[in-house]
């Protein structure tokens, strides 16, 4: 069902989070694999991946052709990649399909699969029932969480402490206005790599935030501030089956685990912004472009 009743709205607002399974058929679920299949099979891999590098200059190199791939990758779609899986000449060492770590950060706006679940009326009934007024798309990731391999989850994690909120990223005056909807493509477990969320944990605010630093500069990100001290035994596991969404607030400390299993956890996750009344940080890496201004969600 895509409209919350009262008792899922106030679940919500009490932890943060909210499981809706079935949100999404396996008809939809089996469309987007497909289509990520033909999109792996088309990619362009970059040069940063491709080139051999020797020398520190070189490496230098490397590094900003990496940071510039990933700063300008919010009106595009783009690869990123699991550690060790190129040679050092650049090939790949595994299968390009095994190899990708994450496809970001605009195939809501470029895809028409990815769009159209996106844009979805059941989407779009969510966001209302939710109460939100002017959403915008300000981002969107499929995330494979490949088996045996896929780190934890998303820019942040593995640091200490565990967890992290979308909010430091995504910043925003005020807070309150970003939530992420997440759509398992496939099953995620205990063993895949499933969600990890501390319940409660969105009223406690913002303490770290990450930066675009001055143009040119590498890492070309930096941080300001940093995570409380967390404790780890707060998680929550949240194992859903293909087809659920997972409505995280951009508050909330969430995580996953390494997938140590056989089985990989895709994953297709977008943010959005309630953009009535609200500033977006212009020292989010993530900035609306020339060619992509952030899409109204509602059609
Ligand atoms: C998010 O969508 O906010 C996430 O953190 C996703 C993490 C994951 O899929 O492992």
Redesign the pocket.
């Known amino acids: 069902m895509a409209c919350l009743n009262p008792s899922q709205l106030q679940k919500f607002q009490e932890n943060g989070f909210l499981v809706l399974e079935g949100f999404v058929s396996a008809e939809e679920c089996m469309a987007m694999q497909q289509r990520i299949s033909e999109i792996v099979a088309e990619m362009d891999v970059p040069p940063h991946c491709r080139t051999e590098f020797s020398t520190q200059e070189e490496e230098q190199l490397r590094a900003q052709g990496s940071t510039d791939y990933f700063l300008s990758s919010g009106d595009k779609i783009r690869f990123f990649f699991e550690k060790g899986v190129f040679d050092k000449k650049g090939n790949f060492v595994v299968p390009p399909e095994k190899a990708v770590n994450k496809i970001g950060h605009a195939l809501h706006a470029h895809d028409p699969v990815f769009r159209s679940v996106t844009h979805s009326p059941k989407v779009q009934a969510l966001a209302r029932s939710l109460g939100l007024q002017m959403p915008v798309v300000v981002q969107s990731?499929y995330?494979f969480?490949q088996p045996h391999f896929g780190g934890e989850?998303?820019l942040g994690a593995g640091l200490e402490p565990p967890g992290?909120v979308?909010a430091t990223f995504l910043y925003t005056e005020p807070l309150g206005r970003v939530l992420?909807m997440?759509i398992a493509v496939e099953d995620a477990t205990l063993t895949n790599?499933c969600?990890w969320f501390i319940p409660g944990s969105h009223t406690k605010g913002v303490s770290r935030r990450m930066i675009r630093a001055p143009a040119g500069s590498a890492p070309g990100t930096r941080f300001l501030g940093s995570e409380p001290a967390r404790d780890d035994s707060l998680f929550v596991p949240t194992p859903v089956q293909r087809g659920a969404l997972v409505l995280?607030h951009g508050e909330v400390v969430?995580k996953?685990e390494q997938n140590l299993s056989a089985c990989s956890r895709q994953?297709y996750?977008f943010h959005l912004m309630e953009a009535a009344g609200t500033v977006w940080s212009p020292e989010n890496w993530l900035q609306p472009t020339a060619d992509l201004a952030f899409p109204p969600l509602y059609t």
């Open positions: 990731m995330i969480k989850g998303e992290k979308d992420g997440w790599g969600l995280i969430h996953s994953a996750t």
